[in-house]
C-alpha cells in the first residue's frame, strides 16, 4: 500500500486498461524503476517510508506548488496557506504587485506572462514558485480553410539539391496560396537529426526539437553565396553541378532521396559560405540572434561541435564532456570557438530561410501559413537530451502498453520528459521549445497530443509490457501552450487519433484545440466516446519507432499512442467493421468542427492506393497482412463498396463509380462537407502518387521517408509539374469551390 501511495503521490499509474473492463496491475519492479527515474528510492519498505516522509516534508508541507497556473475563468487552489500569509508578485516585465492576503481571483486578473510569485506566512516562512497566467484558449484559426499537408523532403523543384528544401517550400506557398487559394501548409518536423551517416530518415527521431536541421537550407538564397569568388566559387560551382546530378538521380533515374549525400554537399557549401565576411547589416542581425537564442543555442552548437571529433552518441563521449556544464566542456568549447560559431551560423540561416517561406505564405494571402509539426520526443543520444539532462528521464522509454492488437506493447526509443522537472522549471524547457517553433508559424501540429497528459515509460531493457503510465500536469502543459499560441498568434491541432484516455478530448476542445479527424476512420462505433474503438492506431502510426532498435510489433495499440511499427492497415482494418458490422459512417454533419479534417496521412496508403487496392497488394509482397491475403483483400475491397456507396447516395460522385480520379474529388467533397475548420489535402493525392511516404513495420523493407513525390506510375514529379498537373487543379477547383 505504501508504494501505491508513493506512485500515486508522483503521477505514476499502477495499473492501466488494455481494453474496456479490463483492468492490468503494473507490476512492482517496474514501479520501483519509474520512481527511480523520477528520484525516488522505493526499492524497499523501509526506503518506501523515507520517501513518504521525505514527500511529507518537502511538497506536502510546501507553501506553493513548484508552478502555480491561473487563466482567467480558473484561478489557483492556494486554499492550503496559513491564515496572514502575503503573496507577492514579480511580473515578466520586471514590475511588482503585492497582493496582500491570498486572492487566488486576483492572479488571474495579472497580465498574461510568466511571472514569480512570492508567499510569506505570519512565522517566517518563505516561498516562490513560476506564476503562468494564460489565456483559456489558443487563436482559432481564421475562418475554414483548405491546404496541403506534405513532407518537405519529397518535394523537389528543379533548383533542388536532391531533397525538397526550404526555398521549394517558400515556392510551394507561394504558388499554392496565390493560384489556389490555398490556406496553409502543413510540413513534417523539421528538426534536426542526429547526424549520420548514415542519417535516421525519420523526421520523429531528431537529435533536437529546439532547432531545424540545416540541410533544408537553400544554398542560392543565402546572400553570400553571391559574394563567392575565386577558387571558392569554382568550388562552389562544382558542387552544384554535382547536387544537380544529385537532383536528377531521383528525378530521373529512380534513386531514392539520400539525405546524407545532399548534406555532405551543402556541408561544404556552406563551409565556403561561413568564410564569406557578413555585412554590417547582416552581422548585426545575426548578433541580435545569437542574443536572442542564449545558452540554448551554444549547448546546441556545442553538441555539434563536440560531434564531429567524438560521434553523435553523448553517452558514449569522454567523461569530462558528457555534462554540458563540466569544465572539461568549457575547455574543448573554448577550442572549438570556430565549430560552434560555425553552427549556430547555419541556425540563424535556417531561421531566416524558415521566415522568408512563412512570409511568402502570408503575401500570397495565406490566412495561417506553415503549420509547423512537433515530434512527440527527442532522441537519446542528441543534442537535447546531452544539454537539458535533468529534464529527462535516464534510463526510460516511451511507447504504448500492449492490449487486444498488439500483446508486445511498443518501445518507440524516445526518453520522456521528467514531469517534476518540467514543474520545478516552471515548464521552461516546454516554453522555449513551442516558442522557438512557433517563431514562423501559423498554426502548430502537435504530435501524439495526448503525451500531454500522461506517457507510457517502459525501463530500459525490459519489454513494453513492463511499463507504466506517468502523469503529466495536463492544465499546465495546456495553460503553456495556451500562453505561448497566443503570442505567435497561432492556431494549435493535436494529432488525437485512436482511442483516447477519457476526457482528453474534451480537455483539449475546451482549450481551443483542434483534433484530428480521418475520413476513413470516421464511424460511430457506440456506447461511449467518439473513437471509443481501437481503429486508426497508425494514423498516427510508427514515426519514432521505425528507427534501428525501435521494437517491431505485428501490431498497432489502441490507446491512440500509436507510434508502434505495424501501423495504420493492420489494426485499422482489424478494427474496422467486416461485413454486416455496426459501425456506421458518420454523416458530414456528425463530424467535429474543431478538427483538421483529411484523407490520408503520411503513415497511411494514399488514396489512389485504397482506390486501386495497391495498399492490400504492397503489405502482402512485404508480409504485412494481419491475415490471409483473401481475407484482407474482401476487408479492403467490402470497404472500399461501403464508401463508394455513401458517396453515391450523397450526390457527391456524380461522375459514377469505376473514375480513379473522380473518387478521389467525391473524398475531398466529403471533407467540405464537414464543419471542420481545416481540410487538409495530401499533396501526393493530388497527382495519383500511390506509395505511402512511411509504411508502419518496416525498416529495411520499405523506403521510408526517402520517396519523392510521384504520379500513378511511379515517375517523381517535380514541384514544376505539380503546378501545372491537370489533375491537380481540377482536385483544388473542388475544394476552392466548396468555400465559395
Not at 338 to 360: G, M, N
Not at 517 to 530: H, I, P
Request: net charge negative; charged share 25%.
Amino acid at each position: 500500500m505504501g508504494r501505491a501511495r508513493l506512485a500515486r503521490l508522483h503521477g505514476v499509474a499502477t495499473s492501466y486498461a488494455p481494453s474496456p473492463g479490463k483492468s492490468v496491475q503494473t507490476a512492482d519492479d517496474t514501479v520501483v524503476a519509474v520512481l527511480a527515474a523520477l528520484g525516488v528510492d522505493a526499492s524497499t519498505p523501509h526506503a518506501v517510508r523515507t520517501a513518504l516522509a521525505a514527500y511529507e516534508d518537502g511538497a506536502g508541507r510546501a507553501l506553493l506548488p513548484r508552478t502555480v497556473v491561473a487563466r482567467p475563468d480558473r484561478p489557483p487552489d492556494l486554499t492550503g496557506l496559513p491564515e496572514g500569509t502575503v503573496l507577492r508578485v514579480e511580473t515578466e516585465g520586471g514590475g511588482t504587485a503585492d497582493l496582500g492576503a491570498p486572492d487566488p481571483a486576483a492572479l488571474t486578473r495579472l497580465p498574461l506572462g510568466i511571472h514569480v510569485l512570492e508567499a510569506q506566512t505570519p512565522g517566517g516562512r518563505t516561498a516562490r514558485a513560476p506564476l503562468i497566467v494564460a489565456p483559456d484558449r489558443v487563436p482559432a484559426p481564421p475562418g475554414r480553410s483548405h491546404g496541403f499537408l506534405v513532407q518537405l523532403y519529397s518535394l523537389l523543384s528543379r533548383r533542388s539539391w536532391g531533397m525538397g528544401d526550404l526555398g521549394d517550400l517558400a515556392d510551394l506557398a507561394a504558388w499554392s496560396g496565390r493560384a489556389l487559394g490555398t490556406g496553409f501548409v502543413q510540413l513534417n518536423p523539421l528538426h534536426a537529426a542526429v547526424p549520420g551517416p548514415p542519417t535516421d530518415p525519420s523526421p520523429y527521431r531528431p537529435s533536437s526539437r529546439r532547432f531545424p536541421d540545416p540541410v533544408h537550407l537553400r544554398i542560392e538564397h543565402i546572400p553570400e553565396y553571391a559574394d563567392l569568388a575565386g577558387a571558392a566559387r569554382l568550388r562552389a560551382d562544382e558542387l552544384a553541378a554535382r547536387a544537380h546530378t544529385l537532383r536528377s538521380e531521383v528525378l530521373e533515374g529512380g534513386a531514392l532521396i539520400d539525405r546524407d549525400a545532399v548534406w555532405a554537399l551543402k556541408r561544404e557549401a556552406l563551409e565556403l559560405l561561413w568564410a564569406v565576411p557578413l555585412s554590417p547589416g547582416r552581422r548585426a542581425a545575426y548578433c541580435d540572434f545569437l542574443a536572442e537564442q542564449g545558452q540554448a543555442l551554444e549547448d546546441h552548437a556545442t553538441w555539434c561541435a563536440i560531434a564531429e571529433r567524438h560521434g553523435p552518441d553523448w553517452r558514449g563521449w569522454p567523461d569530462g564532456l558528457r555534462d554540458p556544464r563540466s569544465p572539461g566542456t568549457a575547455r574543448l568549447r573554448h577550442r572549438l570557438l570556430d565549430r560552434i560559431d560555425f553552427h549556430c551560423r547555419l541556425a540563424w540561416l535556417t531561421d531566416q530561410q524558415l521566415a522568408a517561406a512563412q512570409r511568402a505564405a502570408r503575401d500570397a494571402g495565406m490566412a495561417i501559413g506553415l503549420v509547423h509539426d512537433l515530434a512527440v520526443g527527442v532522441h537519446p543520444s542528441g543534442a537535447d537530451t546531452w544539454a537539458q539532462q535533468d529534464a529527462f528521464a535516464a534510463g526510460m522509454s516511451i511507447g504504448a502498453p500492449p492490449d487486444a492488437f498488439n500483446a508486445r506493447g511498443q518501445d518507440w526509443g524516445l526518453p520522456p520528459w521528467r514531469p517534476d522537472a518540467l514543474a520545478a522549471a516552471g515548464y521552461a524547457p516546454y516554453r522555449e521549445l513551442l516558442r522557438g517553433l512557433l517563431r514562423h508559424a501559423g498554426a502548430l501540429r502537435i504530435d501524439h497530443v495526448m503525451g500531454l497528459f500522461r506517457l507510457w515509460w517502459v525501463p530500459e531493457g525490459r519489454p513494453p509490457t513492463e511499463g507504466a503510465y506517468v502523469r503529466y500536469d495536463g492544465e499546465a502543459m495546456l495553460s503553456v501552450l495556451a500562453l505561448e499560441a497566443q503570442r505567435a498568434g497561432a492556431a494549435v491541432i493535436g494529432e488525437d487519433l485512436g482511442t483516447v484516455e477519457p476526457g482528453v478530448r474534451d480537455a483539449l476542445a475546451a482549450r481551443g484545440v483542434l483534433g484530428t479527424s480521418v475520413l476513413w476512420f470516421e464511424r460511430d462505433y457506440g456506447g461511449g466516446e467518439r473513437d471509443a474503438a481501437p481503429r486508426a492506431e497508425a494514423a498516427e502510426a510508427s514515426e519514432a519507432a521505425d528507427g534501428p532498435g525501435a521494437a517491431r510489433a505485428p501490431e498497432a495499440v489502441p490507446d491512440g499512442s500509436g507510434r508502434g511499427p505495424a501501423g495504420e492497415d493492420v489494426a485499422a482494418r482489424e478494427a474496422a467493421p467486416g461485413p454486416g458490422a455496426a459501425a456506421r459512417i458518420l454523416a458530414p454533419g456528425e463530424w467535429r468542427s474543431g478538427c483538421l479534417a483529411t484523407v490520408t496521412t503520411h503513415d497511411l496508403p494514399t488514396t489512389a492506393a485504397r482506390l486501386t487496392g495497391a495498399d492490400v497488394a504492397l503489405r502482402e509482397r512485404l508480409g504485412l497482412l494481419a491475415g490471409p491475403p483473401e481475407r484482407e483483400r474482401s476487408r479492403a475491397t467490402y470497404e472500399l463498396a461501403e464508401w463508394m456507396g455513401e458517396l453515391v447516395r450523397r450526390g457527391l460522385l456524380p461522375e459514377g463509380q469505376g473514375d480513379e480520379e473522380a473518387a478521389v474529388k467525391a473524398v475531398h467533397r466529403f471533407l467540405l462537407r464537414t464543419p471542420a475548420r481545416m481540410v487538409g489535402v495530401w499533396l501526393p493525392d493530388a497527382v495519383g502518387d500511390r506509395r505511402p511516404q512511411n509504411l508502419p513495420g518496416t525498416w529495411d523493407e520499405y523506403p521510408n521517408w526517402r520517396l519523392p513525390i510521384a504520379g500513378p506510375d511511379g515517375r517523381p514529379h517535380t514541384l514544376e509539374e505539380l503546378a501545372a498537373s491537370p489533375r491537380l487543379h481540377a482536385l483544388m477547383r473542388e475544394l476552392s469551390d466548396g468555400y465559395r
